[in-house]
């Protein structure tokens, strides 16, 4: 049957076997990185990529990964075979490891690993066929997005506002401008180009914005990376996120005022179409 799994610093236990102890540096002050990764039809999609970015998410930590890339990537084929899931979502952390409370990083520490595999999140249907609503909210984030921090609090509070105002994300502004969600990527269509943010240490560099601009390119679309204004959000005529567990979704409704006709459009539809083209399957 399949089951939720992780493999915890060498050993392979059911999910709720797995425990860390509560001096770890990750528990502590977040200290540590992490990935998210999808798996379709039992194979795990673009999982280079992201251990690629894993890599330089510890660098910029001034973590140095234990494990090397290619190891990492055995034991998720292992996880995966364990587990017996065909859809899952795998999730890689990596904290400093266990030491008495100490905001100095010692010079000897061993890092903790885990990785888990359960079954994936899944956008609500309506919301994927319908559209989702979302607001905006001032990007109280630090400087350093680009990395794939586990201190996630701006993102939790901000996702906590827009759930409650009825809506299923929010969307950050820095300086009047906008950056990304709290879980995904943004693009806009303003009717000639896709527009989406720089990549540079404002926002998290997502694979699935990475894949989705080249199947954008091939699809004949210019996919242009600059700074967008938040008042271009409620001119445009789709708005769209991205992100691994989101894939494509439209965004029909942006702080109550009506994205172009207020319904998914035809961009949506074809990144959409040519993801899922694109899958391992
Ligand atoms: N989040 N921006 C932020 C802030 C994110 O947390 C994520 C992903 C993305 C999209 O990146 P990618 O396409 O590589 O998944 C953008 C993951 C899925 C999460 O925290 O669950």
């Known amino acids: 049957m399949a089951q939720s799994l992780a493999w915890l610093n060498g050993l392979f236990l059911n999910l709720e076997n797995a425990k860390i102890s509560v001096e770890d540096r990750g528990f502590q002050f977040a200290d540590g990185v992490y990935e ?9 999609f673009l999982a280079e990529a992201h251990l690629s970015r894993l890599q330089r998410s510890a660098s910029a930590i001034e973590l140095p990964l234990p494990l090397p890339e290619e190891e990492l990537k055995r034991i998720m084929m292992e996880l995966l075979h364990r587990s017996g ?8 952390q990596i904290t400093r490891g266990v030491m008495p409370r100490d905001h100095r990083i010692p010079d000897r520490i061993q890092p903790t690993v885990v990785m888990t595999i359960r079954a994936p999140r899944i956008v609500p249907p309506e919301i994927r066929t319908h559209g989702a609503r979302a607001i905006t909210t001032t990007d109280e984030r630090w400087g350093r997005c680009d990395i794939k921090s586990i201190a996630l609090l701006a993102n939790i509070l901000a996702r906590q506002k827009a759930h409650r105002s009825g ?4 969307i950050f502004i820095r300086n009047g401008y906008v950056t990304e969600a709290t ?3 943004v ?8 527009l989406t ?12 914005r990475q894949w989705l601009i080249q199947l954008a390119k091939n699809l004949g679309y210019t996919v242009k990376e600059q700074d967008i204004p938040q008042d271009a959000l409620y001119t445009s005529r789709e708005v769209l996120l991205t992100g691994t567990i989101t894939e494509v979704l439209a965004v029909v409704e ?26 391992p399957g």
Request: hydrophobic fraction near 35%; charge should be negative; proline fraction near 3%.
């Open 36 to 44: 998210v990764i999808r798996v379709y039809h039992g194979r795990p």
């Open 183 to 185: 879980s995904s990527n």
């Open 85 to 92: 899931l065909e859809e899952a979502e795998i999730y890689i």
């Open 187 to 194: 693009f806009l269509y303003d009717g000639s180009a896709l």
């Open 167 to 170: 809506a299923y994300e929010a």
């Open 254 to 279: 942006i702080d109550g005022q009506k994205v172009g006709e207020g319904t998914p459009g035809k961009v949506f539809r074809d990144l959409y179409s040519a993801l899922h083209s694109s899958l």
């Open 197 to 208: 943010s720089v990549a540079d240490h404002r926002i998290l560099n997502g694979i699935t």
